[in-house]
């Protein structure tokens, strides 16, 4: 199994910052993670994308994030990184740290998700 531990959110008013990180970490050896990220889950919402990256560096966006969060990856120790500027109240959510891994030689992934961190946007 992968364990994905995330730190970094909290409280910030309109218009701040916060930087989001997710460390994966395994009891066995991880092959590669081919895909990470992160999804957001609003009260009352379903879970969504927020951005992800994939090994190679395709990058993929919410639009509704797009310009104002950058997702960025240090594949070397299998983490992830969320750098959220201009937020809203609206971007107020549990966030969670998401990966694809490749766990057999083979090339069969599996996915894996984080315990969440809350993020809550003051207007």
């Known amino acids: 199994q992968v364990q994905l531990v995330e730190s970094g959110g909290g409280l910030v008013q309109s218009g701040g910052s916060l930087r989001l990180s997710c460390a994966a970490s395994?009891?066995?050896?991880?092959?590669?993670?081919?895909?990470m990220g992160w999804y957001r889950q609003a009260p009352g919402k379903e879970r969504e994308l927020v951005a992800t990256m994939s090994r190679s560096g395709n990058l993929d966006y919410a639009n509704s994030v797009k310009g104002r969060f950058t997702v960025s990856r240090d594949n070397a120790k299998n983490t992830v990184y969320l750098q959220m500027t201009a937020l809203r109240p609206e971007d107020t959510a549990t966030y969670y740290c998401?990966?694809?891994?490749?766990?057999?030689?083979?090339?069969?992934?599996?996915?894996?998700w984080g315990q969440g961190t809350q993020v809550t946007v003051s207007s």
């Open positions: 998401y990966c694809e891994r490749v766990a057999t030689p083979q090339g069969i992934s599996d996915h894996h």
């Open positions: 395994a009891s066995e050896t991880i092959f590669s993670i081919r895909l």
